[in-house]
């Protein structure tokens, strides 16, 4: 299982004026964990741009399960979600550090594009390769 964690200490700028998260920091947060996933794991979105490829989000979802506050501590756990097709899917978890309670879940899909901008439908060598080296792919 390829998993990074990002801790994360919620900002006034973050909140609203009930003193809690706004929903969009959500993609926020998912995206700071999803660039510290691929300096972990070299997946980074230069590195497929220089395969020639782009990898936009085409899917993006929240559960909210409680409410998280400013100055929370939140921890965001993001796991690599094997699959055939020509897709990058990525499961997150938000926990409070330090209560160690879950707070929110989701899910991220990214497609390839290739520089024309025209979908991917075969699943690109370099990600083959990058799933081989990470033990994904035999």
Excluded: C
Excluded at 80 to 97: G, L, P, Q, V
Excluded at 115 to 132: G, H, S, V
Aim: charged share 30%; net charge negative; aromatic share 16%.
């Amino acid at each position: 299982m390829l998993q990074v964690s990002k801790d994360i200490d919620v900002r006034f700028s973050e909140v609203d004026s009930m003193g809690i998260v706004w929903h969009g920091n959500y993609a926020l947060y998912f995206e700071d964990a999803r660039e510290l996933f691929g300096r972990t794991y070299q997946l980074e979105y230069m590195h497929m741009f220089e395969m020639g490829f782009y990898a936009p989000l085409v899917d993006l979802k929240f559960h909210y399960k409680k409410a998280i506050r400013y100055e929370d501590k939140i921890k965001v756990v993001i796991t690599f979600h094997d699959t055939d097709a020509a897709k990058i899917i990525f499961d997150y978890e938000i926990f409070n550090r330090e209560t160690g309670e879950l707070m929110a879940t989701g899910q991220s899909t990214q497609v390839f594009l290739d520089r024309d901008y025209n979908l991917a439908i075969q699943t690109p060598e370099f990600f083959l390769e990058w799933k081989r080296m990470n033990d994904i792919l035999q």
